[in-house]
Every structure is written in structure tokens, then in C-alpha cells.
């Protein structure tokens, strides 16, 4: 009971830390992802090493640094929507990354393909969350419940998945890749974010119909269980459980945010770009 | 003899054919991007598989089409800028690629890491080409020309290094790399493209002053053959000299366009941002 009183402990001061982050400042937001890119990109490197894939240990948490870093400077100005930038500035990191290799030990593929990956997973894929939050608050109709609703999904759809596959789970899911996963937690998982979505999105985004609602809810509950099995992919190959043990009964880093490094991006583009 | 004449007649036909698709519209542009993509491909999996990296022979070729067609339908509408899409287009066939490997066999990491990549290298920087279009042919002030200096550019930067490098070359630049090239053909490459865009550049570009023409030129000078070098470390590692025999001396459809890659996206973000 006190490692579940600890667990709850840590996942309070973590969202509390995110949501003031998010509210106050887009450097504030943008300061946050740095930190958490930084670190996550340290657990990744671990990771890759483990699976034998020589990547020094400085190159991904440095280099992942620059997108946030130079996305969130450009937010303060006037220019709310940083997205037009963002193409542009990941050849950045990638081009940092290439130059490196071509002066790096063979084998260099391995250190070239990897690399590149990290750039997309663990930079490309977190400022999204700073991209979200710059569209939601340039529209005084929207703001802060906006850039919750992928947040709130993905916890629900955690939580209900994690519940319901203890309660009822029989079918396992992927016993491969994350062995505890079952088809009950799955589907329970996604329910419950369909479930949500039809009523936060419609009261927060009247334009949006009961249906569309509906179907992204069914979307980022998929998207959230697919980032988690992802990740999992790679701490499979590494052969560990989590990415490190930095937060103790969360896992590390990397393990806290793997599903919210896809429900944002595909919330996001749907706010900016299909709605 | 015979050798030289049919090099010099593959490369008149692939030139003429290029710039006359680039000319006449944007869906042939596209077109053969679209075909290009679909061979490099196919070229690119038999160097993975050659490297011990199980990606399927379908899967490449099929995921890397989405994003050229995507854009050249939506290029043939009103909007003439298909950059702001390309962020968002890009994502559908890294998830196609990320939704395969949940399902392929063990070792997964590689397959999802190397997909990546190829989407990033043989989808994403190609596409630039139509997007370099786009913009050239939107101003009136523009059009052909402009798409046509980082194509003169790297091919002069080409032919540049490799012609001195055989008259003067005696100081290996990267010999694990690629054995053939030399310092002295490196400097020459990007001395004529220097030159080329000092004269080229502020007759078409009149804003552009001489001093950024060069840089310019220099740096679309290094590029061009840090792309070489980056096909290269694929090749090396998967022990052959050419991507395919495809084009007879040129080697494959990869070879012929390595450096195009890394050429056109840097110009196409000078011009739309930097500039």
C-alpha cells in the first residue's frame, strides 16, 4: 500500500509540474519538454546500448535539445504558430547527427538509422505538445481545455486499460512485445476514451459532433496503447522492464510519456489541419 | 570509349527528362518523384537486406509513394505552397511502417528504426523537390531557373570534384568510406559550385548580394557530397559499390540522386525562410 500511496504521490506532483507549465508560458512549456527530452534521450541512448548499438552517449541528448529549444524561443515572438517551422528546423538536428557520422567508427549505419530515429521520436514527436498549445491559446475560444483533452484521454485510457485488463484480462494482447497487455485491457482502454472524448469535445469544441468526437476518442485510445507498444519494443530488445528507474513505480521518463508522444501530434492535427 | 559515350547519353536522357517534367507541370513533377521513390526503394531494402536488416521487399516501396502523391494532387489545386502539409502527411507512413512492425516477427527495433529512416531519407527529403517547384513557379519573378540552380549546382559540384579529384587527387578524404574520394577533388567540387552560384544566383535572385551567393554555393557545395558519403556508409556496409547496375555506369537510381537529396532541401529553405 505505501508503494501505492508513492506511485499516486509522484503521478500528482508530475501532472501538477505539466498543467502549471502548460498554463503559464510557452517558455515554461517549452523549458519542461527540454528537460524531459534531455532525459528521456538519456534513457533511449541506455537502451540502444544495450542492444549493442554504439551511439555515444552525449550525441541524442544534446542534439534532441535544439528543436525545443530554438521552437520555444520563436514562440515568444509574435508568431503564435510555430508549425511552419518545425519541418525546416528538424533537418537541424538530423543534419548535426549525419555530419557526425561521417567521422564516427564503422559500423555507421546502425549509428546514422538509430540516431535519425531518436531525432524523429524524441524531438519531432514531444514539441508537439508546444505546437498544441500555441494554437489552442492564439484562439480565445479554446486555450487551456484544449490542450488538456489529449492529456486527460491518454491518462484515462491508461488507467482503464491497466484496471480492466487486471479485473477481467484473459487474452493476451501482444505477449511478444509486453507481455502483460490483454485484449480486455485494450478494448476497456479505449471505451473509456471514446467515452470521454464524447463528452469533454463537443462542450469544449461545439463544432465538433457527437461522431467525430466519438471516432477520435477510438483513435487516440488506439494511438496511446501503440505508443506504449512501441516503446516496448525497444525495452523488449534491450531486455528490460522500463527505461530507467527515475521515478520509481512510474518507470523512467521515456515510460511515463511513450503514448503522449503520439495522442498529441495526431490531436493536433486534427485541431490545426481536418476538423 | 564506347563506356563514356553511353554514360554521357544515359545522363542527356535523365536530365532532359527531369527538367521537362519539372517544366511542364506539377503533377508530372510528382509523377517522377513518385517513380524515382518507388525505385530508390526498392534499391534502398537491398541494402538492408544485405546488411541483415528482415525489412519486407513491398514495404518501402509502397509506404515511401504516400507522401509524393499526397502532395502532388494537393499541389494541383489552388494552394501552391504544399509545405505546411508536409509535417502532417508525413506521419501517416511512419505510422504504416510503426503498425507493420507491432505484427512482424522479432527482432522488431531494426525494422521499425531502418522503416523510419527510409521514410525521412527516400520520401521526406525528395518530396522537397515539388515543394522547390511550387514555390519557384508561385512568384512570377521566378519559376524554372530557380528550381533549376540547386540541380546545375550538384551536378557542376559533381563533375567538378570528380575530375580534378582524378587529375590532382592525392590526399584520401574518407577511405573506410568511400576509397575514391580525395581532398583535392572536395575542394574543387565546392569552388566551382561557389563560382557557379556567384554568377548564377544574384542574376536570377537580384536581392541575393554576392557574398551570400557564395556561401550559398559553399554550402550547397559540402552538402552535396556529405550526401554522397551518407549513401555511401549504406553501401560500404552492405559490401557493394553501386545501389544496382540500373542506369549501367551511372549505377543505380539512388546513386544518381544522393546528393540531390540533401542539396534541394537546404536551397528550398533558403529561399522560402532564410533568405
Redesign the interface.
Known amino acids: 500500500v505505501s508503494k501505492l500511496i508513492r506511485r499516486i504521490g509522484v503521478g500528482v506532483i508530475l501532472i501538477a509540474v505539466v498543467l502549471a507549465a502548460i498554463f503559464f508560458h510557452p517558455l515554461l512549456t517549452g523549458g519542461l519538454l527540454a528537460l524531459w527530452i534531455f532525459l528521456a534521450s538519456r534513457e533511449f541512448t541506455e537502451l540502444l546500448r544495450k542492444?549493442g548499438i554504439g551511439v555515444p552517449r552525449w550525441l541524442l541528448p544534446l542534439v534532441n535539445l535544439v528543436l525545443p529549444i530554438v521552437l520555444a524561443i520563436w514562440s515568444v515572438g509574435l508568431k503564435r504558430d510555430v508549425?511552419?517551422?518545425?519541418?525546416?528546423f528538424v533537418?537541424l538536428p538530423?543534419a548535426i547527427v549525419?555530419?557526425y557520422?561521417?567521422f564516427a567508427r564503422?559500423?555507421?549505419?546502425p549509428k546514422?538509422?538509430?540516431g535519425?530515429?531518436a531525432v524523429?521520436?524524441l524531438s519531432l514527436l514531444p514539441v508537439h505538445l508546444l505546437m498544441l498549445r500555441q494554437v489552442a491559446f492564439a484562439d480565445a475560444a479554446w486555450g487551456f481545455p484544449i490542450v488538456l483533452y489529449p492529456l486527460l484521454s491518454t491518462w484515462l485510457n491508461d488507467t482503464g486499460a491497466y484496471g480492466f485488463g487486471k479485473w477481467l484480462g484473459r487474452h493476451k494482447l501482444?505477449p511478444?512485445?509486453s507481455p502483460n497487455k490483454t485484449w480486455e485491457g485494450f478494448l476497456a482502454g479505449i471505451v473509456v476514451s471514446a467515452v470521454f472524448s464524447a463528452f469533454y469535445l463537443p462542450y469544449f469544441i461545439p463544432e465538433t459532433g457527437l461522431v467525430a468526437a466519438v471516432v477520435l476518442g477510438l483513435v487516440l485510445g488506439v494511438a496511446a496503447q501503440?505508443g506504449d507498444?512501441?516503446e516496448s519494443?525497444?525495452k523488449?530488445?534491450a531486455g528490460v522492464k522500463d527505461s530507467s528507474s527515475a521515478l520509481s513505480e512510474h518507470g523512467g521518463f521515456l515510460d511515463r510519456a511513450d503514448s503522449l508522444l503520439f495522442t498529441i501530434?495526431i490531436f493536433y492535427?486534427y485541431l490545426?489541419?481536418i476538423r
Do not use: D, K, N, T
Not at 83 to 88: E, H, K, M, Q, W
Not at 106 to 109: F, K, L, V
Open positions: 542492444q508549425s511552419p517551422g518545425v519541418v525546416a533537418f538530423l549525419w555530419g557520422v561521417l564503422a559500423p555507421r549505419a546514422l538509422v538509430y535519425s530515429f524523429l521520436y501482444s511478444e512485445i501503440a507498444l512501441v519494443v525497444f523488449r530488445e501530434p492535427y490545426c489541419c
